[in-house]
């Protein structure tokens, strides 16, 4: 019985040290250890808190940790926007050797604008006063312009052409910059994924970046120089399909117009069965512009009044349509 009433005695004292515990457990930590230390062998601390062990591993790792660092920062550069400071910033910026870097095109998830180091595929270029963007080593490069690229991209439809507006140009920028903000705020949402980034537009879904290495997407769009967006912008106004092409012989006709022309069969040599939708037409944008009255004062003396004659119609080899040709003469 006394060994019993004794062994029921250390089990109350064992539960209340282990009420104890967890009580403490609950406040913060527990107190010291009061055997020594497995590390130098002192009483009141703990082997992680000693004091020799931590300067010991720090004299060890030191040499080690700035020459490491040295290293990764010779090997490639980095261009990290501050956050608490106010401002344009660059995000980040990888380092590949694949191509110059003045051709190469980052998609940036940090950006505030496109920026992009040449102007060479820049269309509709103004210069503006500088504009400073800072950099995360504290450097600071300066935007002095801005301007539209046509850039040319891979869609599931085929091959199209979009275009970056307010592009800015920064001379000293060692990369070209898609900024995913921009995109976001001006065509539709861009999503990532392990093998790229895709943008999304009316229900049209492409990739713009792939995976270059971690974290590091290179765009896939290609800039379009300026002379030949403006030869395909040309061509697309010209027309490439038949139904733009009596679009333009009937006058400037409308879509509804000509369709329901072949739709009834009322016209008489259309060599078209359906209506397709063509671009834009150059004539019929400027015809709809706001026209200026002419003045309503005549003229004081002779040879200010000019007449107009039509001469015979002619025939011409522009997309195979008649024009008249329009003389003007003054009266002596």
Known sequence: MKRKEQGSKGDEASQGQAFITRDNQRKG???????????????????????????????????????????????QRAN??????????LFSIGETTSAKSSDIWLVDSGATQHMTCSKKFMRNYKGF????????????????????IVMSMKTPQGMKKGVLTNVWHIPKLSR?????????????????????????????????????????FKLQMTPVAPEQANAAKSSGCQGGTKSYLWHLRLGHIGHDGLNCIVTKNI????????VKKWDVCEGCALGKQTRVRFQSNTTARTSKL???????????????????????????
């Open 80 to 89: 990290v926007a501050q956050e608490e400071d106010s401002g344009d910033y």
């Open 29 to 75: 930590r527990p107190v010291k250890k009061s055997w020594p230390c497995h590390n130098c062998g002192k009483i009141g601390h703990w082997m992680a808190e000693c004091p020799s062990r931590i300067q010991e591993n720090t004299e060890r790792h030191r040499p080690q940790r700035a020459q490491d660092s040295g290293d990764r920062y010779r090997s």
């Open 306 to 332: 000019p007449r107009s004659d039509s001469q015979r119609r002619m025939r011409t080899d522009v997309d195979g349509n008649f024009q008249w040709k329009t003389v003007l003469r003054d009266i002596h």
């Open 176 to 216: 070209n910059l898609f900024s995913v903000g921009r995109f976001t705020k001006d065509v539709g949402p861009v999503t990532f994924t392990k093998d790229g980034c895709y943008g999304e537009a009316k229900g049209t879904k492409w990739k713009i970046g792939a995976r270059e290495g971690k974290g590091l």
């Open 267 to 274: 016209g008489i040599g259309i060599d078209i069965s359906s």
């Open 129 to 148: 006063d500088a504009v400073d963007v800072h950099l995360a080593d504290d450097g600071i490069v300066q935007a002095i312009g801005s301007g539209d």
